[in-house]
């Protein structure tokens, strides 16, 4: 007994240590690949044609039909075909358009977010990318939710199984996320080919359907008359109806999902010979033909989908337990053409619905890297894979669980992250055409994004779950960012130093002997400044007039970026004062690498010199968190202590 307990305790610590290591595998390899100045090259692509990109978008964007005309007729009724032909317009008038301009302005596939990181600055614009960092995650979390549960719900009503899997639409919702993210914690490899079987068959099932709905509205002469009677009674005059169904569509937003993945998708599109990294044009104008071709179709079974599911499917059958609720087209196929049919289209919805999710729990792996370790807001396990997929599949079985896997509820919250992404992206080709001084597209963009901040302030008025869920995003990705980015406040933080030619000589003149800096805030940079500075500091510190001092001066570029270059110049200031000037985030962080980079080139741990700043500490931390300055010499110290660990090597700090 008493010898199994050390070998208990082993065992224990040996299995966390194997858990640990599983989780974290390829963490470092994963940093690598991320965007910004420590990335790996990747290597040669050579990309595929674009009508197969489009189905990995497709993927996404062809599987809202599965729910999309159920969801049409539940919010609009009999008005359903006249408020999808508005939303068919808003599609190829207003969204098209923008993400084609998108394309065009972000080639790498960042999308509308990257535009306008570049055109916001400091903090604000940081703060203003988290923000949309939170929609969009509630748009591909909730599109994994509310791919699963209607998946499910195609599962549930096949004619085969409703007896049995009825009533349990939670548990087997929750199943088919659980897959999912087995699928990631093995290891995920986006597979095109697979896209592509899966969007062919089920748009040619759909085309099926489609066609032989319209043969039978087209045949049963009572049909047409029935809407149009009804329609008539129900809402009066054709005018009222434009009206009502321009109110109304805001809705129906979840048809203009897709176009943010279709830009997301753009890296896997083969260019032409002659493009480059710089411009790619043959990837542009692939991008654009995904774009426009996708709109197209989706728009063609938008409008004809809506039309048949509204005139052959009773309205009752659309209510929350109707066998038409989030599978209109599934219902027509079952109706129409048999049992065998519409398993099969079951069969290819729940597939290609479930594969949905896993292009949305990719898109969600890909965008979190892409910004928060470049802003210093990211935990270090945040750039494995397995961590955060176990973080965004907790998320989602607590949002299943929440809407109780029910499609309809969980409509306006994908609305809303779909919405504001598409208002961000209008609003940015706008600012960018602005820019460029085009003044037609500028006026046309601005009347797009109007629109569109229309239908999300209807959509958030109708629907507010999705600002909440939202918000709870907004709110979690910002706590977690900036508590990630207070623990990695004393982080080196810059990527390399380099000197030009005078700051190299300075250096080199004083290698063979005891090397001092002096650390000083620029203003007048007058005579008198760093005469005084200078006698101050030899004061302070006991430094004999024969031995040489250089002056050093950070400039703060942009406080609220992590990770920066270090360029050093020199320069004689008024004939006689040698000074090294630096610009960048934070001053303790940059005088560090300096510092560390000096002794590492001549060999000798040099000196630098401080005088104590006034105030508090807590304010003085504030400072350097927000603005880079603040009590530097203890926070350069930190820094220092952490980067180089042994003490006999670590540059030496003096405080006077």
């Known amino acids: 007994m008493v010898s199994s307990t050390p070998g ?59 729910y999309q005309p159920g969801i049409a007729a539940l919010a609009a009724g009999l008005l359903s075909p006249l408020a999808t032909v508005v939303l068919v317009v808003v599609t190829l008038a207003g969204a098209l358009p923008v993400y084609r301009r998108v394309a065009e302005e972000s080639p790498h596939g960042q999308g509308s977010i990257a535009m306008l990181e570049r055109l916001l600055t400091f903090w604000k614009g940081k703060l ?69 079987a899966l969007v062919a068959a089920y748009l040619l099932l759909n085309a099926v359907v489609v066609a032989v709905g319209l043969w039978h509205v087209c045949t049963a002469p009572h049909v047409i008359p029935d809407w149009s009677r009804a329609l008539v009674a129900e809402r009066g005059s054709p005018l009222v109806m434009v009206g009502v169904a321009l109110v109304i569509f805001p809705k129906l937003a979840l048809g203009l999902s897709g176009f943010e993945t279709g830009v997301a998708v753009m890296p896997h599109i083969e260019g032409k010979p002659g493009d480059t990294e710089e411009r790619p ?104 894979v397995r961590p955060m997929v176990l973080v965004f599949i907790a998320i989602a079985f607590l949002v299943t669980w929440l809407f109780k896997a029910d499609v309809d509820a969980q409509g306006g919250a994908y609305a809303t992250g779909v919405l504001v992404l598409i208002t961000s992206a209008a609003i940015a080709v706008t600012i960018a055409a602005r820019r460029a001084r085009q003044r037609g597209w500028t006026i046309g963009f601005g009347v797009i994004s109007l629109i569109f901040l229309y239908t999300t302030a209807a959509n958030v008025i109708e629907r507010p779950d999705g600002v909440k869920i939202g918000a709870c995003f907004i709110a979690g990705i910002m706590a977690v960012s900036l508590l990630s980015r207070v623990a990695r406040a004393f982080e080196l933080r810059v990527t390399s130093v380099t000197f030009d030619a005078l700051a190299e000589r300075f250096v080199r003149d004083t290698a063979h002997r005891r090397i001092r800096f002096i650390a000083n805030k620029p203003e007048s940079r007058d005579l008198v400044e760093y005469r005084e500075k200078q006698h101050q500091i030899r004061a302070d510190n006991d430094i004999p007039p024969e031995d040489d001092i ?40 940059a005088l560090a690498a300096l510092l560390l980079r000096v002794r590492d080139m001549t060999g000798q741990r040099p000196h630098i010199y401080f005088e104590w700043t006034e105030g508090h500490p807590l304010a003085h931390f504030l400072r350097f968190f927000l603005f880079g300055q603040g009590e530097v010499a203890p926070v350069t110290r930190e820094v220092l202590r952490e980067a180089e660990p042994d003490r006999g090597r670590r540059p030496h700090v003096h405080v006077g």
């Open 128 to 196: 203003f990318v988290l923000t949309l960092l939170g929609f969009a995650a509630t748009d591909f979390l909730i599109t994994i939710t509310l791919s699963a549960a209607d998946a499910t719900a195609h599962l549930v009503e096949n004619p085969h199984f409703t007896a049995v899997l009825r009533g349990h639409e939670v548990a087997i919702t929750l199943i088919l996320v659980g897959m999912l993210g087995a699928v990631f914690l093995k290891g995920f490899t986006e597979a095109i080919g697979i896209a592509v």
């Open 281 to 384: 044009t043959g990837r542009v104008q692939g991008a654009r033909k995904l774009l426009t071709t996708a709109a197209v179709i989706m728009s063609v079974f938008l409008i004809t989908s809506s039309f048949i599911t509204t005139l052959l499917i009773p309205q009752r059958a659309f209510e929350p337990g109707g066998q038409a609720n989030g599978r209109a087209l599934a219902y027509l196929a079952h109706e129409y053409l048999g049992s065998a049919f519409g398993s099969v289209y079951d069969a290819s919805t729940i597939a290609i619905l479930w594969f949905a999710g896993a292009s949305a729990m990719a898109g969600l792996l890909n965008l979190m890297p892409r910004y928060l370790p470049r802003y210093g807001m990211a935990p270090h396990w945040a750039r494995a």
């Open 550 to 589: 250089i002056f050093v001066e950070v400039t703060v570029a942009d406080p609220s970026e992590f990770e920066s270059e270090l360029r050093v110049c020199g320069e004689v200031v008024h004939g006689r004062y040698r000074v090294l000037t630096l610009q960048s985030a934070t001053i303790p962080n």
């Open 8 to 66: 208990g305790t082993a065992s224990d610590g040996g299995a966390r240590h194997r858990l640990r290591a599983w989780l974290l595998e390829g963490l470092t390899d994963i940093a690598k690949r991320q965007p910004g100045p420590h990335a790996e090259p990747e290597g040669v692509h050579q990309g595929q044609r674009w009508w197969r990109v489009m189905c990995l978008t497709g993927l996404d964007y062809f599987s809202t039909l599965g």
